[in-house]
């Protein structure tokens, strides 16, 4: 089992920035990949960005490129996302899962493990 645990959402406010952490914890595989996906109320959970374990390949969302960054310290086995010039349209859910496999995807079905997730709220 894969444990994940979210932190450094929060209340800020439009053009702030904000960095998320994701503790990974228990039997990690060895290669994997790590994302980012967000829900808002009523809408369907959203690929944000993801990043390989191995080489730290990135990937992001159209909404958030140039904006949001994803990294990771594999010491640590932790998973970040740096989020700049938010806006009120990025208020959601974030929560970080874990795919067990070295090919990206953007699917949240093609997802194995996932956080409890952590709220971020952009006002206007």
């Known amino acids: 089992q894969v444990q994940l645990v979210e932190s450094g959402g929060g209340l800020v406010q439009a053009g702030d920035s904000l960095r998320l952490s994701c503790a990974a914890s228990?039997?990690?595989?060895?290669?994997?990949?790590m994302g980012w996906f967000r829900q808002a109320p009523g809408k369907e959970r959203e690929f944000v960005a993801a990043?390989?374990?191995?080489?730290?390949?990135?990937y992001y969302g159209d909404s958030v490129k140039g904006r949001f960054t994803i990294s990771r310290d594999n010491a640590k086995n932790v998973l970040y996302l740096r989020m700049n010039s938010l806006k009120p349209e990025d208020t959601a859910v974030y929560y970080c899962?874990?795919?067990?496999?070295?090919?990206?995807?953007?699917?949240?079905?093609?997802?194995?493990?996932w956080g409890q997730g952590t709220q971020v709220t952009v006002s206007s």
């Open positions: 899962a874990i795919r067990q496999d070295t090919v990206v995807v953007r699917v949240r079905d093609g997802y194995d493990y």
């Open positions: 990043i390989t374990w191995i080489g730290g390949v990135t």
């Open positions: 228990g039997r990690t595989p060895s290669n994997y990949v």
